[in-house]
């Protein structure tokens, strides 16, 4: 835009032409400090970059405090929940063993009842096999 006011220079007043000249300048300046600007804005984002990370810092710092006692908490759930599960399996191995004391007891009361029983009828023959004495004898002393 600027090129074409240029070919039509010879038509401007004195102050469009001073105006023309005035942009032509900005123009240059312009060219000239685009390295300038963009250290400027290369700058400004390093200035942000900076700021962001020192605020993640902070956030991460506060997040490392809060988390400290979260990992205590959790250590101590573990050891809690560690001794728990050695006490069930303990209580399991004695339970296992009792069932197995009680089985052979079951067994044991079994044969005993079974001898008991034996031992009844065996009694109930002694007791008549002695009341057939004892009327024999009665019928030996008649």
């Not at 942000?48 to 990992?71: A, H, M």
């Not at 809690?80 to 399991?92: E, P």
């Not at 044991?108 to 109930?124: F, G, N, P, W, Y």
Request: proline share 1%; charged share 40%.
């Amino acid at each position: 835009f600027v090129e074409e006011l240029k070919d039509y220079s010879w038509r401007l007043t004195k102050k469009e032409s001073f105006f023309l000249e005035c942009v032509l300048h900005f123009q240059k300046e312009l060219v000239a400090d685009v390295p300038f600007i963009h250290l400027v804005e290369e700058e400004e984002i390093l200035a942000i970059s900076f700021s962001e990370e020192e605020t993640v810092d902070r956030q991460i710092e506060v997040l490392e405090k809060d988390l400290k006692p979260l990992l205590k908490r959790k250590r101590d759930l573990q050891v809690g929940i560690q001794n728990d599960v050695v006490k069930l399996l303990a209580k399991r191995h004695t339970l296992v063993r009792l069932q197995d004391k009680q089985k052979k007891l079951g067994d044991e009361l079994s044969k005993i009842i079974e001898d008991s029983e034996v031992a009844k009828r065996c009694k109930h023959a002694l007791e008549d096999m002695h009341a057939s004495a004892t009327e024999a004898a009665q019928d030996l002393i008649e």
